[in-house]
Each structure stands twice: as C-alpha cells, then as structure tokens.
C-alpha cells in the first residue's frame, strides 16, 4: 500500500494558523491534499495532526485524519522523520501497513501531481530508499560571502575568486515538497539527505520555502503569476 502523510501540527509561530490560513483562494493545506488525490498515487491520504480545525479542514478536502499526532511529537523541535514514522507504524499497527510512504508537506502550494507521480518512478527505478524534490541555487555557492563580527566580508571558499561561475559545479538545495520512501526507511529513520536517496529535480520558478510573512506574500505572488500563464 502507497499512502501519504502531510505533517501539520497547529502550533506555527511565524505564521499563526499557517497550515490553514487561506492562500489564493483555499486553506494553504488543501492544495497538498489535493496533489496527493490527484498524482493517483495513494490508497490512502492521511494529515499527522494535533489540532481538531485541520483535521476537520483534511477531511472536507478529502484527507483523513484517522489519529490524533502524539503531543510529543508536536513541538517546535521535532523533525519530519519522527511523525512519518509514527504515521506509518500507525498504519502497521493499524493492519494496513504501507510499503511506500510519502511525506509532503501542507506548506506546498506548488506541489504538482506529475512531480509525485515521477517522484515514486525515481524512487522504484534506483532501488532507493527515499526520493524528494531538489532545485538549483539560483547562484554559485562557491562564490558565497559571509560577513565577519567586525562587519567585514569574508568569501567561505577564497580559492573560487577567479574561477567563473559557468565552470563551477551546479548545487542544489531541498525544495521542501515530497519526500517518497520506502517504509522500511521510514520506520528505520535512515537519513533522507544521504547516498542512498535520489533527487527530483525541479525548476526554481516553482520552488518557494514559507517560513515567514514575506515568504508567504512571495509565495501568493508567484502563484499567481504562474495561474495566469496556464
């Protein structure tokens, strides 16, 4: 069994109510509901959440919300892997156990149905145990600057001065959508970040991080600019 697990705890500080606040028309949550049911992916779509209004909200958009996430797993220091984890041993304990697990996040609008879809090709097609989405840094980090105490600034690889930016080695950073793996990988917490996980790679126009009110205006704006393209 495939299914997915969309993390939304109810506790955002940056942005209060993130998960559900209304982003171009809809509860941010629900265009990731909608990604999962659409890709044909999964049996089943399931939100890990401590909070009764996004558990309501998951279902009115066709989720389910079959536990109530554990109040220690719902804290401002808890990592993705630990509630994958637990929803998928939920299911096992359940008497559904799952073989492949996907973690998307409620926070990505930009999820699209056919980047799920190539995301378990990639992961079935390597032999691996996870496979997300990845885009490009939009400059070489190889040229990053930091600035120093003394408000100086201090190159982190000085040696790449001269070097030009078409001769450096293209870098990439987690766009922050889909994890696919494998339950076994899950249940294990094997590291996603690692050799044994496989990119998708996707374009930067359609990547964006919302981490804070800026991100989020950001966010709505390239939404829909990308709405009128269509």
Known sequence: MKIAVIPARGGSKRIPRKNIKPFCGKPMIAWSIEAALAS????RVIVSTDDPEIAAIASQYGAEAPFTRPESLSDDHTGTTPVIR??????SKSGAPATHVCCIYATAPFVRPIDIQDGFVALENADSD???????????????????????????????FQTRSQDLEEAYHDAAQFYW???????????IFGAASVPVILPRHRVQDIDTPEDWTTAELMFKAMDIQK
């Open 40 to 43: 044909g992916c999964f049996e």
């Open 86 to 91: 637990h929803a998928t041993d939920w299911m």
């Open 130 to 160: 996870y496979a997300f989405s990845v885009t490009s840094y939009a400059f070489p980090i190889q040229r990053a600057v930091k600035i120093t105490p003394q408000n100086r600034v201090e190159m982190f690889e000085p040696d790449q």
């Open 181 to 191: 793996g494998t339950a076994d990988a899950w249940l294990a917490e094997r590291p």
